[in-house]
């Protein structure tokens, strides 16, 4: 076991870990962040994405003891800050059906809205090209996306909610 | 005992050690020798390591290690080997045209999330051969370098780094440090092509290609590299040789990327067959001298 | 009809910001005190006896809690359609990925140290993989019991075939052939079971809880229906997976054995091995033709890949088989379908359930039809097209039908007229071309025979509970299970518009099968029509029932009142009002009623004849017309989908977002299976058990447009005139991609996925030249 000390959603948290413990199953088992999904387990479907020092990172890929000293964001720690205009925009708009996928999107989305004010529909699609989804087709997502962007102080609604 | 389905979440025990030198990180490698395996981006060790491919004792994070990840120029061009490809996409040094290959591969590698933490050493040390990055480091003369514990760095061109599929010619207790391109000369241009199934895939085809014109608008260096038609990323010789002192014509180009398929040695798999394979180096390599040639052309 | 103008407008799916915030918890995410990790021994052999089986060392394994081979386990065969299956393989193993054995453990690692040290002695026999292999006399048999490898088909013959072939002015024929396809939800199939005090309760993404509970838990374990309880858990997508797995009934096993609670949760790669994906098929057709261009008769032939157990995949044959000769006019028809098992993973149902491997091999087949003819696939199309009030040559009636007016609206939006045959005119720069094509569908809202093949009742139909409660707010129980796709939503709808209450007030439950009325659950787009109707039923008797109640409160006859937002007034004076929370209250105060409306639904097609496979299937049927444009790179054989125009008549739009959402998917999934997905296999062994090899398309993939026309023909049967689209929003699509493709190259590619490689080798571009 390792001790490792790092900040997750800004909190500091100190924890002893199994070195062969993802970063992904650290944070759904023993912090209890379930916000972060497990799907593929191999870095294709995008479904853990989380931040690691500000850069989206598949969790599945990365052991715990690598996040020493780091700080990781998830899901969690967006969810009704900076992310919650995605996360509107995504229910209102239709971007969400199971909804497995999403948070990890919600992830992607926001980093590339941080880093790309004002994505064209090309750099959303490559924004989202390591997130996969089987429900929507993406048209949602993506419309939601754009729409986040370029509306970001309007409030996205359906007609009802 | 073979079972069947059982690509798992626990992983075989293993000592994981962050060295916060380059000394210490060479000591570590060099006591464990085989038992030991770098640490960079982990995007490809930590599938090897869940599907029992591999089994370090010993895990040495290089992330902690200082002055491994920058893009430098001076005079050519060194990118540590802990750089990750989206450091490469982001580098306006690798966006030149004479480079553009680099950028232009780094993009084609996986979604951001990979980009973000996968490295450029970590590409070339899995030695697979598909490895984006392989063609254009190939085609784009790179050399690598290579540390260990108590002697000084030597170079190999990277041409000469693989040894088969996952297997490079590095020694225990080695560590690939940094690649260096040489300074390009004016009027060269790359660029690289590759073939998938879908948007996001390991390359089915890499095609890489430089080119540098002389004065006279003739070819005066030419080098093609070709990923996943070989059991390493190779250079083909005679496309190249088809080219030099050529004028960059189609018919010239079309002549060089016929000579790149007959260097290529693509096998049947799951993902293509041999067949398409080395119909895609043609493809592939005239499309790829032809934005080369362009890129060359191209002002500053 | 009085409507308050809440059907058809885009409402976001309940709990579609918690989903979004990753604040719903899926059953992966749930804490269980106690909970065991389940792992499962499978077999690395496609076909071999099993010898020896020896748990001893495993039982000692430190953190091992249960361990169940067949040596503890019920040798009982069951399986919803056949029963060929049993819980744990006994004499022998018939696939890779057969599960042999399974361990509970306090760990994931003890569970794995459990599973190696369990000791298999395996025969390896002689396998098969072929279908047409399988079905020669002298091949080896998977199941004995089933000669020729053939365990049931389709066998229909309806009018003089071979005379209207006679008489055709053109005989055309084709072999198509479709791969697996796997369902590749983003959440692995998984459960936790636990067994106390004589209970087995389960938790899961469940797509239908009671047939599981009946067919899949109770029947092998000899429990009577009572003795479980399903409780269905967020569904992390399905598309026909979760529903005829025996993973439930080894979890069950491995709970019954420790005395905890277990959870089984599968790996992608097991997902990939072992659960029943799309089956596999090759499918010849015949058709005859008058110069006219009109239908004279059709022949089909199909073997189909039933892998190495039944599942679901009888009556997917019979979709298979039959389902197109109801979308245009047919005549007269030869069906011979034959299932074919062999030693691969069993298939099993995906969304379309073999309608998306029919429509793909007919619209295909239709667009070399018009080439021969010289007609123009629009045209033949629209020549053909069934029409309401058809009945068609298997008895089924067409009570709506929009199939023309998507033929046409899907035709018009795509630019067919300009953009037909351009490349065959020469159209197209450097390596590019570009094409486009159509394809029709049909599909049923539910499925009698279907459901009468399993449970053996006279019966498909569906029940809700409209439950209003004091504070106002409504509870929908029905058996039926939302698979993300939003069907709730659809549901809370129909409830909100018959109550009079706001949307938000109205929401559906997951399934809990102590509580929840009787179901048969999620599949062939049947929750709509037939739950949607109960509900609407169910909310009409609640209505009823809080009216009786204002009735006495407000001293005003029923039939004078009206309730709207929640409230309910007296027609004309507004401020004699009670709100339906006040009413709920008064209900049971004045002992009149503890509000609960109840309501059903039962499909009423008509007269079955089952065994001649004669008579209406479902009281009405969808239609959806496909048009795709694609640009093909000839020299690389890339293919890019450029735009799909859907055209739908789904009847009535409930939710305008939700089918929007639907077809946007269908569409995708559709392009899946047209240009690249497909399990790879050699001699049983499938070579692509990851996303790696395994690749579904990403946004990248995804096509820029896909432009939605909805046919609205308000059908009469159904809730508000809605009817079903799950499945025709993915069963035309990769025809009309073929055909589209074929538009641009000139060339017609057979079978799925349409790869580069078939392409340039359809182009003769491969081998220097060769075809």
Redesign the interface.
């Known amino acids: 076991m390792t001790t490792i000390r790092l900040t997750v959603n800004g909190e500091a948290r100190e924890a002893q870990v199994d070195p062969r413990t993802t970063l992904l199953h650290f944070l759904r088992e023993a912090l209890h962040l379930t916000g972060t999904k497990e799907s593929c387990a191999e870095g294709e479907c995008g479904a853990c994405t989380v931040w690691l020092d500000g850069r989206t990172v598949n969790a599945c890929l990365v052991f715990a003891v690598e996040a020493d000293g780091r700080e990781v964001t998830t899901i969690e720690g967006l969810r009704s800050g900076r992310a919650r205009p995605l996360i509107e925009a995504l229910a209102a708009l239709g971007g969400v059906q199971c909804g497995f996928c999403v948070p990890g999107i919600v992830m992607s989305a926001a980093k590339l809205l941080e880093t790309t004010p004002n994505p064209t529909r090309e750099d959303v699609l490559v924004g989202l090209s390591g997130n996969l989804c089987r429900c929507t087709g993406y048209q949602k997502i993506i419309e939601a996306i754009l729409t986040v962007a370029h509306a970001p102080a309007a409030a996205p609604g359906g007609d009802r909610s | 005992m073979s079972l069947a389905g059982l690509t798992t979440r626990v992983l075989a025990r293993f000592e994981y050690a962050a060295p916060t030198s380059l000394e210490a990180a060479l000591d570590l490698l060099g006591r464990h020798g085989e038992a030991a395996r770098p640490l960079a981006g982990g995007t490809d060790l930590l599938l090897q390591m869940r599907r029992g491919r591999m089994r370090p004792a010993v895990l040495v994070d290089l992330k902690r290690v200082p002055g491994l990840a920058g893009i430098e120029n001076g005079g050519g061009l060194r990118i540590g080997a802990l750089a990750s490809h989206a450091d490469l996409v982001a580098s306006p040094l690798a966006a030149a045209p004479a480079r553009r290959a680099l950028a232009e591969a780094a993009r084609c590698v996986s979604g951001p999330q990979i980009r973000n933490r996968g490295t450029v050493g970590g590409n070339l040390c899995n030695a697979s051969p598909a490895a984006d990055l392989a063609p254009p480091l190939l085609a784009l003369g790179a050399a690598v370098e290579v540390a260990r514990r108590g002697a000084p760095v030597r170079t190999l061109p990277a041409e000469r780094l693989f040894a088969g599929p996952g297997r490079t010619v590095l020694s225990p207790g080695d560590l690939l440090v940094g690649i260096a391109l040489p300074a390009a000369a004016a009027r060269t241009g790359s660029a690289y092509e590759r073939a998938t199934r879908v948007a996001i895939d390991i390359a089915l085809v890499g095609v890489a290609a430089c080119v540098t014109l002389a004065a006279d608008g003739t070819v005066a260096e030419a080098r093609v590299a070709l990923g996943a038609v070989a059991p390493t990323p190779i250079l083909a010789a005679g496309a190249a040789a088809a080219l030099v002192g050529r004028a960059p014509e189609p018919a010239a180009l079309a002549a060089a990327a016929r000579a790149a398929a007959a260097d290529a040695r693509p096998i049947t798999a799951v993902r293509a067959s041999a067949d398409y394979r080395r119909h895609m180096v043609e493809v592939l390599a005239r499309r790829a001298l032809a934005r080369a040639v362009a890129a060359a052309r191209s002002p500053r | 009809m009085n409507e308050s103008g ?1 059907i058809g ?5 309940q ?3 918690e ?8 059953l ?2 749930m804490a269980f005190p106690g909970l065991l990790v389940g ?6 052999h496609p076909h071999a006896l099993v010898r020896r089986i020896d748990a001893s060392k495993a039982r000692r394994v430190p953190g091992v809690r249960a361990v169940v081979t067949r040596e503890n386990t019920p040798k009982v065969h069951f399986g919803i359609v056949l029963k060929d299956e049993l819980p744990l393989a006994h004499e022998k193993v018939r696939y ?2 057969d599960e042999v054995a399974a361990v509970a453990a306090e760990s ?2 003890a569970a ?1 140290e459990g ?2 040290a369990i000791e298999v002695e395996y025969e390896p026999l002689p396998a098969v993989f072929d279908l047409e292999a399988a079905i020669a006399e002298e091949a080896p048999l998977v199941h004995d019991n089933a000669p020729r490898n053939v365990p049931g088909g389709v066998h229909v013959e309806r009018g003089d075939v071979e005379t209207e072939m006679a008489r055709a002015y053109r005989v055309v024929e084709g072999r198509y052939e479709t791969p697996m396809m796997h ?6 199939i998984c459960c936790v079971a636990d067994w106390r005090e004589g209970t087995l309760s389960l938790w899961g993404p469940f797509q239908s809880p009671f047939l599981i509970r009946q067919y899949l838990l109770a029947a092998p374990l000899g429990l009577s229906l009572s003795q479980i309880r399903l409780y269905q858990t ?6 026909g997976g979760k529903l005829d797995q025996r993973h439930y009934l080894v979890c069950a096993l491995l709970a019954m054995e420790a005395g905890r609670p277990v959870r089984l949760l599968n ?4 997902e990939l ?2 659960t029943r994906p799309r089956m596999a098929a090759i499918i010849r057709l015949r058709t005859g033709w008058s110069r006219e261009g009109r239908l004279l008769a059709k022949q089909v032939r199909i073997l189909a890949d039933n892998g190495a157990y039944t599942s679901l995949s009888l009556p997917i044959l019979s979709s298979m088989s039959m389902r197109t000769d109801s979308v245009y006019r047919t005549p007269c028809v030869s069906v011979n379908a034959d299932l074919v098992y062999t030693n691969t993973c069993p298939s099993g149902q995906m969304r379309g359930f073999g309608n998306v491997q029919a429509t793909f091999a007919f619209e295909s087949h239709l667009d070399e039809v018009a080439d021969v003819l010289g007609i123009d696939p629009v045209d033949l199309r629209l020549a053909n097209a069934t029409r309401p009030g058809d009945v068609s040559v298997h008895g089924w009636k067409m009570l709506s039908c929009g199939l023309s007016e998507a033929i046409t609206a899907a035709a018009e939006r795509i630019g067919w007229t300009e953009k037909r045959g351009r490349a065959r005119r020469g159209g197209g720069e450097g390596p590019l071309r570009r094409g486009v094509g159509l394809a029709g569908n049909m599909h049923v809202t539910s499925n009698k025979p279907f459901a009468t093949s399993i449970t053996g009742y006279d019966f498909d139909g569906s029940a809700a509970l409209v439950r209003v409660h004091e504070d106002g707010r409504v509870t929908v129980l029905t058996g039926e299970v939302d ?4 069907v709730t939503t659809t549901l809370g709808i129909i409830a909100a518009e018959e109550l009079g209450v706001p ?2 007030r109205v929401r559906v439950a997951n399934v809990d099968t102590e509580v929840a009325p009787y179901g048969l659950g999620t599949y062939a787009s049947r929750v709509t029509f037939m739950a949607g109707n109960a509900v609407r039923v169910a909310a009409a008797d609640a209505r009823r029932q809080l009216l009786e109640v204002a009735a006495r409160v407000l001293d005003a006859p029923a039939s004078e009142l009206d309730v709207k937002d929640g409230v309910i007034s007296v027609k004309g004076f507004p401020h004699r009002r009670l709100t339906v929370a006040e009413a709920a209250q008064r209900g049971f105060a004045l002992g009149l009623t503890n509000v609960v409306g109840r309501g059903e639904f039962h499909s009423e097609p008509g007269p079955m004849d089952v065994k001649a496979k004669y008579g209406n299937q479902t009281m009405t049927y969808s239609f959806a017309c496909h048009a795709a444009e694609v640009e093909v790179d000839v ?4 293919v890019r989908v450029l735009k799909v125009v859907a055209a739908h008549d789904l009847g009535r739009v409930i939710n305008r ?2 089918a ?2 639907q077809i ?6 559709g392009i899946g299976f047209a240009l ?1 997905e497909e399990l ?1 296999r050699t001699d049983g062994v499938i ?7 395994y ?8 096509p ?1 447009v ?1 432009e939605k026309v909805f046919v609205e023909t308000i059908d009469p049967a159904g809730p508000h005139g809605a009817k079903g689209l799950a499945e025709t929003a993915i069963n035309p699509t990769a025809a009309a991609v073929a055909n589209a493709i074929a538009d641009a190259i000139g060339v017609r590619i057979r079978s799925v996925p349409i ?3 078939k392409i ?1 080798g359809a182009l003769g ?3 220097g030249g060769r075809a």
């Open positions: 809440l407008q885009r409402v976001l799916p709990d579609a910001r989903k979004a915030g990753g604040e719903i918890r899926y992966p995410d792992k499962v021994l499978r077999s690395p890779v990925g994931e690692e794995l599973l190696a369902q590749a939800a983003l959440e692995p967020m569904v992390g997508g399905a598309f790996t992608l790669e097991e091995i072992a698979l993300g796709e939003g949307l938000d020299e690389t054989g890339r977002l939700g929007e959402g946007d998917g269908g569409v995708t999934q690249v790879i070579r692509n058990p990851s996303f790696l090899d690749k579904i398309p990403s946004s990248l993939d995804a820029p896909v790869t580069p490689e340039l571009t491969l081998n």
